[in-house]
């Protein structure tokens, strides 16, 4: 379909687009890859009469290093944090989630700002985010401000965002030395995730001294599945041990009953897939 | 082919419309536009049932840029109703379907009323402010539940949802025993349902209508474009020669576009009302919601055999949802597989009973293969089940049962007769290609260790219809049309050669297989010969494609129509040199005198002295055309094996094809490259009805598989790479040998992979998994073990 007349600005930093989403209040919308907009748009399940492109603001994209941590751009694309050599390096979690998504078009036009800030249940960078405790960078009016994801992400399709802010960056610390990896579970190769797990973990010999386990469509937001984090303290890096503490890996979820998948079903692919992704990070 | 070579015919060429449809260069309707155009668009009924209490589009008129705007109460008395060609029997009940509805919504997605305006967005923005008032009712979705006494009726005055049941029988039609007569040691009984599926084209359909001063032109990407003319002229009352229908480059059909549709009416009306051309192209949504679905029957069958294997007989039930009306040829699509249940076996009793219903669903129409896929669906996984039950190998039963090499020409119970084939060839070609020893040992390797991850392997050795259709045999089937096809062939002063077909190709490569035929029979350039089609200007008379008929019928025209210019320019030939026709031998593209084949003649060289008509013999006209039209005397039986291996996780239910084998028998072929094509789409969708395809609506009637988030068509990376090979048994019934290839690949492969899905959880217990077998429905059929609720009645 053919969305409602809207008008269109393309500022040139990020304090213009402030500006210009503060001028037009409620009814103005950040567009940045539009993967996620332009088919709401298209549906008209929304009018917004401004849309403020970012897709001119070259401060906003790309890969940079910072003591340590990495800060990524919020406009940096699917496709560019998935090759970033230093993504890969200091945070490969978060490059084979980017690769997950979508396909090449998706991966080419939506960035990492974007899917955050859509804060879509079903998508897989928020968990990634949350598995490596990013920090958010917020532009608003008033200044900045920098924000935890547990707190960024406040329920289906909501943020911490204000209308008039915009998600500068995305602070990821390095993780070298952790072992990682998702599952996602999907119908289509090419589709969101049923379910999907992120695991990331930290070995000694053969104990797992200290994991980090989010899920993916689990409930309204990427969660945190913390009774399996505290299960994997300590325990034996050994199959049976892992699956055994990845029983309880949808305690506490909420996920939905819908067409694709009911919420039994979901639960039940959350114990499989953070075992499987719980072994692969790892390395058993 | 008795063309003495054939350098073209069996060559893999390149299509020749592809560098067209690759670098943007197409015709498609929604790129075309004329002086005044004017666009419209559609406003829906967001209800499955309903009474319209009022529309009022006054409120739209004051809309920027709209010229009109319309429902269905203000073209009620000139609208008449949407045609159904195929009335099964005498007495079906058949109900009127206006283009746009006036009082009543009988599914969701029903056109209700338009706007019609000077630019697309302002249509569509204009839509928002029609009103209607709606009251909404209670819809009748079930199959079972439509029928049953007292339900909720779609069409109240009609008094039933029954539209009609069909019968055939074979000790009653005496081409075989009666079914209750026949031995009966095992008897196996099954359920399975053929979900319902949306036709996925590439190029959503786009209509454009321009009247003229009263001699319409209509651009419509049909796949029909001939007998859409006809109806246009008989639904419009506008006199035939005033209309003309141009289906130019067409993005895709798969039985999708062969339909006279509600929208190319509307369109026509707009059109007319207004007397400006009026444009409209439907979106993606739109074509789901509104084109017509396919498949959604349940199938109930009764096999009965003889311990040793041999099937003695086979009833078949049929309930097919018609949606909420009839379609063009919706009532007869079940029955074209009705001739296709006893698939490539001799068995010796046959019952078929089909019983059309309504519900306030889209409605049904032919979707690729039409009628053939549900059949072969249910014999082979019947067959399946007959050779678990006796403890045989699924090839082996098959075996056993089906017609053999020497015994062709077959009369089947079903009344066909099978002019060839060869399934042994077929299947040992694929048993091999696909290493079938090895994965049945790998099968008990992992069986007997408890692999969560399980193999299975799947058959289905199909035989179809194709070629549709003798004219004599849609008659006796109440079909409204023939099944003939035409072509023109004329050559041109320079030796160039112009075809006009009959046929009208959506995709298929009609072009450059039409070419290669020319090409050998004349004795011209494959880049000599230009192929007119989907035109009724210039393409005057036909009958379109679908039912894998172009290249077995109108192929065979196209032949006939080559053989008269090549005579005539024989004879020509033979005055230009001095002998008789009879000394002259058609080699190396020129006809020569036998014995001294320097002295030679082209057909171009005919055509330039029929030009130049100096010097012709006495009697001959100086033209070098000729025409042919082909009525089949019967159809063609394309055969094959298809072999699928999957690996199931047990523990997610995630089915992976791990190896897909297909050795088809499409008699001779003309273009490799072009078969090959044909089998991996036809693969592709097969197989997307097995694990991914379903429109799905929810209780209320609304359709929830709206866009391609939730109905999903696989992506390349969803499927396997397929192992293409081919026997070559040519159908002896006509001058060509051609079978058909267009929905082989389709009817073959679903079969073959729930077949495979159900093999590797037979240690489960599973006996069937519904489709589409989608992860959770695997998780399910494994969990529900020992329970009564999967897998049928035993
Ligand atoms: C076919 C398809 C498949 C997909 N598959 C997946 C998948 O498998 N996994 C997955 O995770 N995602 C998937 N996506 C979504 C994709 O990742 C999107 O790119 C992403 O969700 C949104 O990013 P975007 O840059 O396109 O944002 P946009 O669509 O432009 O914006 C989305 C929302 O975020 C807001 N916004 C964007 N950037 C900012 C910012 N910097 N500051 C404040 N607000 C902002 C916008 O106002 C809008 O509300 C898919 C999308 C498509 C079309």
Known sequence: MIPVAFDYLRPASVDEAVAALADGGEDAKVLAGGQSLIPVLRLRLSAPSLLVDLGGVAQLRGVREEGDALSIGAMTTHDEVASSPLVRRHAPLLAAMAATIGDRQVRHRGTLGGSLSHADPAADMPAAAAALEARYVLAGPSGRRVVSAADFAVDLFTTALADDEVLVEIQVPKMDGWGSHYEKFHRMVQAWAIVGVAAMVRRTDGVIESARVTLTNMGPTALRATAVEQALAGCAADRAAIEEAC???????????????SAEYRRHLARVLAGRAVAAAAGV | MTATDEREVGAARRRKEDARLITGRTRWTDNLTVPGLLHMAILRSPF?????????????????????????????????????????????????????????????????????????????????????????????????????????????????????????????????????????????????????????????????????????????STQIPHILRVFYALLTGTPEH?????????????????????????????????????????????????????????????????????????????????????????????????????????????????????????????????????????????????????????????????????????????????DSGDYDAATDKALALLGYDELRKEQELRRASGDPVQLGIGTSTYTEMCGLAPSRILGALRYAAGGWETA??????????????????????????????????????FDDVEVLHGDTRTSHKGLDTYGSRSLAVGGIALVEACRKVRDKARTVAAHMLECSPDDLEFTGGAFRVRGTPDAAKTVADAAFAVFAAHDLPDGIEPTLDADATFDPETFSFPHGTHLCAVEVDTQTGHVAIRKYVAVDDVGKVINPTIVEGQVHGGVAQGIAQALHEEAVYDESGTLVTGSFVEYTPPAAADLPDIVTDRTETPATTHPLGVKGVGEAGTIASTPAVVN???????????????????????????????????????
């Open chain 2, 756 to 794: 495979a899905i159900v093999d590797a959880l037979r240690p489960y217990g599973v006996r069937d998994v519904p489709m589409p077998c989608t992860p959770e429905r695997v998780w399910r059929a494994i969990r529900a073990v020992g329970t009564e609720t999967e897998g049928g009645r035993s």
């Open chain 2, 488 to 525: 023109s062939v004329r050559v041109l002063p320079t030796g160039k050669v112009e075809v006009v077909t009959g046929v009208s190709p959506h995709g298929q490569g009609h072009e450059t297989a039409w070419s290669q035929i020319v090409a050998d029979e004349l004795g011209v350039a």
């Open chain 1, 247 to 261: 029983s309880v890996a949808a305690e506490g979820t909420s996920p939905i009953d819908d067409l694709t998948a």
């Open chain 2, 242 to 418: 005033k209309i003309r229908v141009i289906a130019p480059d067409v993005g895709g059909g798969f039985g999708g576009k062969l339909h006279v549709t509600p929208e190319e009416l509307i369109t026509f009306m707009a059109a007319r009302r207004i007397g400006r051309p009026v444009k409209y192209t439907e979106t993606r949504s739109e074509t789901m919601l509104a084109g017509h679905h396919g498949r959604d029957m349940i199938q109930d069958v009764r096999l009965t055999a003889r311990r040793d294997g041999t099937v003695t007989g086979i009833s078949v039930k049929l309930i097919a949802n018609m949606g909420a009306y009839l379609g063009l040829v919706g009532p007869g699509t079940p029955i074209l597989g009705a001739f296709m249940y006893n698939g490539i076996y001799k068995f010796a009793a046959y019952r078929f009973e089909c019983t059309g219903v309504f519900t306030n669903t889209t409605l049904t129409d032919p979707y690729r293969g039409a009628g053939r896929p549900e059949a072969t669906y249910l014999i082979e996984r019947v067959m399946d089940e007959l050779a678990v039950e006796l403890g045989l190998d699924p090839i082996e039963v098959r075996r056993r049962n089906w017609i053999k090499k020497e015994e062709f020409p077959f009369t089947t119970v079903a009344g066909l007769v099978y």
């Open chain 2, 48 to 220: 499955a049932s309903a009474r319209i209490v009022s529309v009022d589009t006054s409120a739209a008129l004051s809309r920027p840029n709209v010229v009109a705007a319309f429902s269905g109460a203000d073209v009620a008395d000139v609208q008449g109703s949407l045609p159904c060609a195929w009335p099964v029997t005498e007495d079906i009940v058949h109900p009127d379907r206006p283009p746009l509805a006036v009082d009543v919504i009988r599914h969701h997605g029903e056109a209700v009323a338009v706007v019609v305006a000077r630019d697309r967005a302002s249509a569509m923005d204009a839509l928002e402010a029609i009103e209607v008032d709606y009251e909404p009712l209670t819809p009748v979705l079930d199959l079972e539940e439509a029928l049953a006494e007292g339900s909720t009726l779609v069409h109240p005055d009609k008094g039933t949802n029954l539209s009609y049941t069909w019968v055939f029988d074979s000790a009653a039609a005496g081409t075989g025993a009666d079914v209750g007569a026949v031995d009966a040691e095992v008897v196996l009984e099954r359920r399975y349902v053929q979900q319902r599926l949306i036709p996925a084209f590439m190029e959503p359909r786009s209509v454009i209508v321009d009247p003229g001063a009263g001699d319409y032109t209509i651009w419509s």
